[in-house]
């Protein structure tokens, strides 16, 4: 089996994670930038955060043979401060030129608050304006729906983003529908406890098809698996998914929307 993590924020695992998602046949990794277990105080601090996810991860994810790519912002949790947002907006161009930067991401919104859709409409700015892919990241809970919503109204106002070249994640059964409907790709989180779990995101498969979805674990600080997305691929073969469809899903996807930027190979 082979697959490709396009989301997970290995900054908050173990290098075991990464000898056992290379065991699985993981074929490349993908970080986007998040909230680290606490808010961080200064612009300072995501300078050095850029640091990690730009020069030292993909070190550590090379002693495994594994290609680390990733995405630069301010998470959504950390946008309700407007003027640390914009110093740390500030600092990403900067960062734009290293080989394993992909766009911009994970952003979007947590609460639904004014200032994190202000914050919002900075990055998907900054995105257009250097011509980067857009990760997004979705509410969770109740507020998902009204939150998803909003940012797809700020992306499609917005004259020079073009839905194909963004991802809305952690879609649930009641977003994908409006996610897909709008040319956008759609990503599926992969969580034990909450988000999506395998079963239901096979459900969403096998009511809206394959075509711009992907597979994610995330696996940050909370209780997330690094190897849901293999897991994932075992039930859809126990379903009788073909072997064709499995790959298109867990591999071929996430290569075809990330291959929009220049940047991304798989050796």
Request: glycine letters at 6%; hydrophobic letters at 40%.
């Amino acid at each position: 089996m082979r697959y490709i993590e396009p989301h997970g924020h290995m900054v908050s695992r173990v290098t075991d994670d990464y000898q056992d998602m290379v065991s699985c046949g993981c074929a490349a990794v993908c970080e986007p930038a998040f909230w680290a277990g606490f808010d961080r105080s200064s612009a300072a601090g995501f300078y050095d955060y850029f640091c990690q996810l730009t020069e030292h991860e993909p070190k550590r994810a090379a002693r495994f043979g594994l290609p680390h790519y990733c995405w630069l912002c301010i998470n959504p949790k950390e946008s309700e401060d407007t003027k640390l947002a914009s110093e740390v907006i500030e600092l990403i161009p900067r960062f734009m030129d290293k080989p394993t930067v992909l766009g911009i991401g994970e952003i979007g919104l947590n609460k639904n608050s004014r200032n994190e859709l202000k914050v919002l409409e900075m990055h998907v700015d900054l995105a257009a304006r250097y011509d980067q892919l857009i990760l997004v990241h979705t509410p969770h809970l109740e507020d998902k729906l009204k939150g998803t919503r909003l940012i797809l109204d700020v992306l499609r106002n917005h004259p020079r983003i073009r839905p194909e070249r963004c991802v809305i994640d952690h879609v649930e059964e009641h977003t994908v529908k409006q996610v897909l409907d709008r040319g956008f790709w759609a990503g599926m989180t992969l969580y034990p406890e909450s988000k999506c779990t395998a079963a239901r995101a096979i459900d969403i498969l096998d009511v809206y098809g394959a075509e711009r979805i992907w597979m994610n674990s995330a696996c940050d600080w909370g209780v997330s698996v690094p190897l849901a997305v293999p897991k994932a691929a075992l039930e859809m073969r126990r379903r009788g998914h073909s072997n064709e469809f499995i790959d298109g899903v867990i591999y071929q996807n996430p290569i075809r929307f990330m291959s929009q930027s220049p940047r991304f190979k798989i050796p």
